[in-house]
């Protein structure tokens, strides 16, 4: 995510991954450069793989603290806190940063925006995801388990994963009910919890919440893995490695037969490829905003074909590799807030053209800033070890 804010605050650029998107050079010019694919191909594995740890996190935290005898409400109580955390964060860092960057329109004609951005998404999302495992926990608890057949099925993850597969296909058949015209007056209700768009000339939604539930509640399904077979995580790892083929495998499936015009189901809107546009960048060319059915399946497969290679090769082993993302792992939202600043502040001194998609001038932009970052998130990660174990000094 760094890279990409990196990217976006030294050059003004648009994406083209929206859903009301329907400009097949746009979609395509933004593929063309390989640098500019490299730099959005890892943003979305990141915002992907937010909500998807974020769910196995939870999972982790949820057990431990039951197995501790702690109360459930208190459990939940204590997601509900960090999750309102994290939409307090926006408040003071995505909005004034994008805004300050105009980030979302020309610098030239920019108005401030009350801005929905993936902190949002990601606070409402474990406050939604808690109360989700109290219900999980009282439905398993009235009826542990079923048998179909020789298996066993149990009832509180069958509703997790009925939830997540119900607002992925929710979320594609609203788009698809959707005209691309209504993106710019969309009712809030409609544009907060299901697509993405304007409410008015001044609230504007990135990151609607309810289509993102759907990753943390894999992540949850996952978690629940990792804690039933503590004693055996290369088994689970195995699932992840498989799930993650299985998502590309379905991916590639849902996009030749939509580039050749059988179905359009899992996409929100297909570019027309022909003499000018290459087939492979229409093949990749997908809608991050709200995430379709095919962007999800194609980065987390990737992210949870990326956590299987890491178990598999003993990364964390390689210390001088991995030490540099353990400290900002472990100052992770502290990370977060500050880096848009410092990115925000690199953007100003090494500005390029707005209009380019060369994205080679981002990359040692980016270097610069996490140099300047480590030190702040060492500090803050050796400061925040010394506060109370309640403290929300902790929650960063």
Request: aromatic share 18%; glycine share 6%; net charge neutral.
């Given at each position: 995510?760094?890279?990409?804010?990196?990217?976006?605050?030294?050059?003004?650029?648009?994406?083209?991954?929206?859903?009301?998107?329907?400009?097949?050079?746009?979609?395509?010019?933004?593929?063309?450069?390989?640098?500019?694919?490299?730099?959005?191909?890892?943003?979305s594995?990141?915002?992907?793989?937010?909500?998807f740890?974020m769910?196995i996190?939870?999972?982790?935290?949820?057990?431990?603290?039951?197995?501790?005898?702690?109360?459930?409400?208190?459990?939940?109580?204590?997601?509900?806190?960090?999750?309102?955390?994290?939409?307090?964060?926006?408040?003071?860092?995505?909005?004034?940063?994008?805004?300050l960057?105009g980030?979302?329109?020309?610098?030239?004609?920019?108005?401030?925006?009350?801005?929905?951005?993936v902190?949002?998404?990601l606070?409402?999302?474990?406050?939604?995801c808690?109360?989700?495992?109290?219900?999980?926990?009282?439905?398993?608890?009235?009826?542990?388990?079923?048998?179909?057949?020789k298996?066993?099925?149990?009832?509180?993850?069958?509703?997790?994963?009925?939830?997540?597969?119900?607002?992925?296909?929710?979320?594609?058949?609203?788009?698809?009910?959707?005209?691309?015209?209504?993106v710019?007056?969309?009712?809030?209700?409609?544009?907060?919890?299901?697509?993405?768009?304007?409410?008015?000339?001044?609230?504007?939604?990135?990151?609607?919440v309810?289509?993102?539930?759907?990753?943390?509640?894999?992540?949850?399904?996952f978690?629940?893995?990792?804690?039933?077979?503590?004693?055996?995580?290369?088994?689970?790892?195995k699932?992840?490695?498989?799930?993650?083929?299985?998502?590309?495998?379905?991916?590639?499936?849902?996009?030749?037969?939509g580039?050749?015009?059988?179905?359009d189901?899992?996409?929100?809107?297909?570019?027309?490829?022909?003499?000018?546009v290459?087939?492979?960048?229409?093949?990749?060319?997908?809608t991050?905003?709200?995430p379709?059915?095919?962007?999800?399946?194609?980065?987390?497969?990737?992210?949870?074909?990326?956590?299987?290679?890491?178990?598999?090769?003993?990364?964390?082993?390689?210390?001088?590799?991995?030490?540099?993302?353990?400290?900002?792992?472990?100052?992770?939202?502290?990370?977060?807030?500050?880096?848009?600043?410092?990115?925000?502040?690199?953007?100003?001194?090494?500005?390029?053209?707005?209009?380019?998609?060369?994205?080679?001038?981002?990359y040692?932009?980016?270097?610069t800033?996490?140099?300047?970052?480590?030190?702040?998130?060492s500090?803050?990660?050796?400061?925040?070890?010394?506060t109370?174990?309640?403290?929300l000094?902790?929650?960063?």
């Amino acid at each position: 995510m760094a890279l990409d804010h990196c990217s976006a605050f030294t050059g003004y650029r648009v994406s083209g991954e929206d859903w009301f998107n329907n400009n097949p050079e746009l979609q395509i010019e933004d593929w063309t450069h390989i640098l500019y694919f490299i730099t959005r191909f890892i943003t979305s594995l990141c915002q992907m793989g937010f909500f998807f740890l974020m769910g196995i996190g939870m999972m982790y935290y949820w057990d431990s603290r039951v197995r501790a005898d702690v109360p459930r409400p208190a459990i939940v109580k204590h997601f509900v806190i960090r999750g309102l955390v994290l939409i307090a964060t926006s408040g003071v860092t995505e909005i004034v940063t994008f805004n300050l960057s105009g980030y979302f329109a020309a610098p030239s004609n920019y108005t401030w925006k009350l801005l929905f951005c993936v902190l949002d998404a990601l606070g409402f999302s474990m406050i939604v995801c808690s109360l989700l495992l109290l219900l999980r926990d009282y439905v398993a608890d009235k009826k542990r388990s079923f048998q179909i057949g020789k298996y066993s099925l149990d009832t509180g993850t069958l509703l997790l994963a009925t939830i997540s597969i119900t607002i992925a296909l929710c979320t594609n058949f609203n788009i698809h009910a959707m005209s691309p015209a209504s993106v710019a007056h969309l009712n809030f209700f409609l544009a907060y919890f299901w697509v993405m768009g304007s409410v008015s000339p001044t609230v504007f939604v990135l990151d609607p919440v309810i289509p993102w539930v759907s990753v943390c509640l894999v992540g949850l399904l996952f978690g629940q893995l990792f804690v039933n077979y503590r004693h055996n995580e290369g088994y689970v790892y195995k699932v992840l490695a498989c799930t993650g083929a299985s998502l590309w495998a379905l991916f590639g499936l849902l996009r030749v037969l939509g580039l050749a015009g059988v179905t359009d189901f899992g996409s929100f809107r297909l570019p027309v490829h022909d003499g000018s546009v290459q087939y492979a960048n229409a093949f990749f060319s997908l809608t991050k905003y709200p995430p379709s059915i095919s962007f999800i399946c194609f980065y987390l497969g990737a992210d949870m074909l990326i956590l299987s290679l890491v178990y598999a090769t003993n990364f964390p082993r390689y210390t001088r590799i991995s030490q540099p993302a353990l400290v900002f792992g472990k100052s992770s939202l502290f990370f977060y807030a500050v880096h848009l600043y410092v990115y925000l502040g690199l953007g100003r001194v090494f500005q390029r053209d707005p209009h380019s998609l060369d994205d080679l001038w981002a990359y040692p932009v980016w270097v610069t800033g996490l140099v300047l970052l480590y030190p702040l998130c060492s500090w803050y990660g050796d400061f925040k070890s010394t506060t109370d174990p309640s403290s929300l000094w902790r929650l960063f």
